[in-house]
């Protein structure tokens, strides 16, 4: 008898199990839960991908050239290449100096680090110069990379002559082993060997954000300073600025790539002030 009796109670507590793993939610649940999650990949799409972008996809209130919006105000055009933009045909390139918004100036990548010079630079740096464009030539900064050792072969490739832009630090990141305060340790060097060597302030190149977090010290506001801040309709930055690098993806005749468009804050007669003179030592 005992033995029945567990049975029934074993057969009874089987039976409360299934009626407990039979409930199910209800089918709207399951419609809301499907909504939420279909709102939540849009708008991680859109964070990311559509929104750091939608000013390619707003109306142009400015001036239509070069495949892109260019910022309203009265500056001076000018472009940024490297070996990323192939070979460059500067004789087509240079008929933009005859269009209604001329390109004045072009940066030309230099070097890299403590060892890499671009490919391309000597012949872009010549040829920039023969079809009449205004040049400068800037370094990309590797961190880790000794900052003497930097300066050193940027001096050793770049031979600046009277007429040409100061030369050029481009910095845009901090190794993870690295603080702000050793960064910018780093960077004061190659600024002053630089400086020392061609008797001229050096441009300082990065970001608006990575200026804001790294390089807010008031030591770097005595250079001159090429903000990169792209698809956006006036610079927010709050200090003074000399150059703006607004696009990334501007189309201009002789070059296949993509190109980097920028502007100079201010009229020709104070580009021309910006310039190396003719009693610069390293012109020599």
């Given at each position: ?120 630079f000597q012949s872009n740096f010549n040829s920039a110069k023969k079809t009449g464009f205004i040049r400068g030539a800037y370094h990309y900064y590797i961190p ?94 709050e200090g003074e600025w000399s150059f703006w690098q607004h696009t990334d993806v501007g189309i201009v005749p002789g070059i296949k790539e993509l190109v980097d ?24």
């Amino acid at each position: 008898m005992a033995v029945k009796k567990k049975t029934k109670k074993k057969k009874k507590k089987r039976k409360s199990r299934k009626k407990k793993n039979d409930f199910q939610l209800p089918l709207w649940f399951h419609y809301v839960l499907l909504g939420l999650m279909v709102i939540v990949f849009f708008s991680i799409i859109y964070l990311f991908f559509i929104h750091p972008y939608k000013y390619r996809w707003k109306k142009c209130t400015g001036i239509k050239a070069y495949g892109v919006c260019i910022p309203k105000g009265d500056y001076l055009h000018g472009l940024d290449v490297s070996r990323h933009q192939g070979k460059i045909n500067w004789d087509d390139l240079a008929l933009i100096s005859k269009e209604e918004l001329p390109l004045d100036f072009v940066f030309i990548k230099a070097t890299e680090g403590g060892d890499f010079k671009d490919e391309n630079f000597q012949s872009n740096f010549n040829s920039a110069k023969k079809t009449g464009f205004i040049r400068g030539a800037y370094h990309y900064y590797i961190p880790l990379t000794p900052a003497k050792k930097q300066a050193d072969f940027f001096i050793q490739n770049v031979h600046l002559e009277p007429g040409d832009l100061p030369p050029v630090l481009d910095i845009e990141v901090i190794n993870k082993k690295m603080t702000s305060g050793a960064l910018q340790d780093s960077i004061k060097i190659w600024l002053s060997l630089i400086e020392n060597h061609y008797q001229v302030t050096p441009i300082l190149y990065t970001s608006y954000k990575f200026k804001s977090k790294h390089l807010s010290h008031a030591d770097f506001d005595k250079y001159p300073y090429w903000i990169a801040h792209y698809y956006i309709d006036t610079v927010r930055y709050e200090g003074e600025w000399s150059f703006w690098q607004h696009t990334d993806v501007g189309i201009v005749p002789g070059i296949k790539e993509l190109v980097d468009l920028n502007v100079f804050n201010g009229t020709k007669v104070q580009l021309e002030e910006l310039l190396l003179p003719p009693s610069n030592p390293q012109t020599k």
